[in-house]
C-alpha cells in the first residue's frame, strides 16, 4: 500500500472563529495552523485565504504573501489553493491563484447545493476553462467530487484531454446537498475512478475521522482540518489543524499504515516539478 498523504484544509471560506476561535484569517495564523499541521505529518496544505477581518477573498496578491510566509516555515510543503474560493465568486476572480503556478490546486467537478439557498456553481463551461488553466500552467488539478457525477464529469473531461492521467480526486462525503459519508457510498466513488487514480477522502463534520479510518484501510488518502470539521472529538473543538492531522497519524499507526513525507507524496502523485 502507497505511504499515507496527509491533507490540512487549514482555513476554508465559510467557517469563523464564532464556529471555532481557532480558526486562521490573517497570514500569521495561517501560518501557525499551516506549520502545526505540517509538524504533526501534513504533506499538502489546501489553502483559501482571507483578509484580516475573514472575509474570504482569491486576491492574487494575498495568496503570493500567504504562500510565501508558510513556505518560510514549512519549505518542502506542498500548497494546494482552492478555485473554488467561497460560494458566488466568479469565476475569473477564483482562478487568480492560478497565475501563481502552485504545485497543485483544486479543480471543482459539479455544481452542488451548500445548504439553504447556498449553490457551488461550476457549470461545464466553467470546469472545462479551469482545468485548461491548468494544463497550461503546469498546475495538477486536484478533482474536487462532492458526488458520482462529477467524478463521471471528471473522467468526461480527461477523455477530452483536458486533465493530464492519472487523476487524482478529492471525494468530499456528507455535505448537505452531495453523495452521504458512508462506507457505502465511498466504495462506490472509489469503484468508479479510472485505473491507476490516486484518491483522498474528505469527510464533513462527523464523518471526519470515520471516513479517514475507512480511506487509510482502502489504500486512499485522507484530508482533514477546520475547512471540514471544528471539533477533535464530540464536544470538544480542536485547537488547531495540527490536533486534527495528529488524531489522524495516531489512526494510522493503530491501522499499520506510514505517513508520506512531501516528497513522498509528491512521487505517488506524480508532480515533477
Ligand atoms: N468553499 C466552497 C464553496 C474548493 O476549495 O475548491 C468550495 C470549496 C472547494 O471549498
Ligand atoms: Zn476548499
Known amino acids: 500500500m502507497q505511504k499515507l498523504i496527509l491533507t490540512a484544509a487549514i482555513s476554508g471560506a465559510e467557517v469563523t472563529k464564532e464556529l471555532n476561535p481557532a ?3 490573517t497570514i500569521a495564523e495561517m501560518v501557525k495552523e499551516a506549520k502545526s499541521s505540517y509538524d504533526a ?7 483559501h485565504v482571507r483578509w484580516d477581518d475573514g472575509t474570504p477573498t482569491q486576491d492574487r496578491e494575498r495568496y503570493r504573501q500567504t504562500i510565501e510566509a508558510i513556505k518560510q516555515e ?3 510543503v506542498i500548497i494546494l489553493p482552492s478555485t473554488g474560493g467561497a460560494v458566488g465568486m466568479s469565476a475569473e476572480e477564483r482562478l487568480q491563484p492560478l497565475d501563481l503556478q502552485p504545485e497543485m490546486a483544486t479543480l471543482d467537478c459539479g455544481t452542488c447545493n451548500f445548504g439553504g439557498d447556498d449553490v457551488f456553481e461550476n457549470t461545464e463551461t466553467m470546469i472545462e476553462a479551469f482545468a485548461s488553466k491548468m494544463i497550461q500552467t503546469g498546475v495538477k488539478p486536484e478533482c474536487e467530487c462532492f458526488d458520482k457525477g462529477m467524478v463521471d464529469m471528471a473522467i468526461r473531461k480527461a477523455n477530452k484531454g483536458l486533465i493530464q492521467k492519472p487523476m487524482h480526486f478529492n471525494l468530499v462525503l456528507g455535505v448537505n446537498g452531495g453523495i452521504a459519508a458512508t462506507a457505502r457510498d465511498l466504495t462506490f466513488l472509489v469503484d468508479s475512478l479510472p485505473e491507476g487514480s490516486t ?5 464533513i463534520g462527523r464523518s471526519e ?3 479517514a479510518a475507512i480511506a487509510i484501510t482502502m489504500g486512499g488518502h485522507v484530508r482533514v482540518g477546520f475547512e ?3 471539533y477533535l472529538q464530540k464536544g470538544k473543538l480542536a485547537a488547531s489543524n495540527g490536533e486534527l492531522v495528529a488524531k489522524v497519524v495516531e489512526l494510522a499507526k493503530l491501522l499499520g499504515r506510514e505517513i508520506a513525507t512531501p516528497s513522498e507524496a509528491r512521487a505517488i502523485l506524480g508532480i515533477t516539478k
Open 23 to 25: 480558526i486562521p484569517y
Open 228 to 230: 471540514d470539521n471544528v
Open 199 to 203: 484518491w483522498c477522502v474528505t469527510g
Open 74 to 76: 514549512c519549505p518542502d
Open 41 to 47: 505529518g501534513a504533506s499538502i496544505i489546501h489553502l
Open 209 to 211: 475521522f470515520p471516513m
